[in-house]
């Protein structure tokens, strides 16, 4: 059976090694060093200053929109994971989906001044497949508009763009690191703000409001990694370049293979240094799209509909025709890719694929 990714999996003695430090110390949580010493790590990896782990890449989203005090309605994209929408939801706020561009699956920054009212009051929108959103047009309208922007980074690790972390835009940026995601600590993720106040802020909200033992400054929640969870991490670290520069290949090979296909793939954004995270495929129709997936399936191999469906036609928010994403959610696949993908699996699933 092959799926659209397999988990990285470390060698178990290293992984053992890392958990044996936790044991040793006795410390299986509350940011012992294993914590502290991933995010170090981590920091340094993405050439920014200092990030916060967290339990997952779902509650640095909903810390972030409730520490920003954000009200009323929230723009955001249509193409993404469904975790985008459902913290805007799940605090609350109000989704007001912005159709995305054709080229690049992110939010089409010249459609966003039309949605914005006098109740927006944030942007949330997501690096799908870890393509840059046209962070300096948002910036700008945000600016103007005195909005907050808050970056679904779930798939970004790693991605720079002009030279700098992706991460650098916007007020707060999240990222990811489930099992299925580039870096991964099984279950985990993090959230990173240029501006160390709001770190300070949303830091506070990841530990109960701890300041200290005694001393709360905020209502928080509990969104810590613990320290089984950054011995994953860890563990996973040091192959990272080996896992990027295989997924590399990988991405180059299906291109070179789709060349002349009927099939297009995904344009990365210029000025982008990308993370090879995903290889979307898109079909002329959905109904091509079906039949490759039926084809495939047929020989045990599973590509995944990412993201599909389109968030705006999920039955519990109110719809809004989203006409890009709409048509294109019905019509991209997600070929298998990761760090141990052969190339003569790839070649076999083109083989399906055009048979
Ligand atoms: C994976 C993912 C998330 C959620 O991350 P978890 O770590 O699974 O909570 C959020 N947004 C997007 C776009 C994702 O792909």
Redesign the pocket.
Known sequence: MLNVTKSFLPPIEEYMAQIKRSFDNAWLTNRGELVEELEEKLASYLDIPYLTLTA????P?QIALKALNLTGEIITTPF?????TN?ILWQNLSPVFVDIEPKYFTIDPEKIEAAITEKTSAILA?H?FGNPCDVKAIEKIAAKYNLKVIY?G??AFGVKYKGKSLFEWGDVS?C???A??LMHTG???MFYSPAYELQKKLFFHHNFGHNGQYHFEEAGINAKMSELHAAMGLAVFPYLEQIISHRKAVVENYRNLLQDSSLQFLKIRPGTEWNYHYFPVIFESEKNLLQAVEKLNNHQIFPRR??YPSLNTLPFVSYQKMEVSEDFAKRILCLPLSAEIRFETIQSIMDIIFA
């Not at 997952?56 to 509650?59: D, I, K, P, V, Y």
């Not at 993404?80 to 985008?84: F, G």
């Open positions: 997952n890449g779902t509650l989203l993404s994971y469904i975790a985008t913290v997501t799908v679904d779930a798939h999240t990811s690191f489930h299925t995601k279950e985990g993720g990412y993201y």
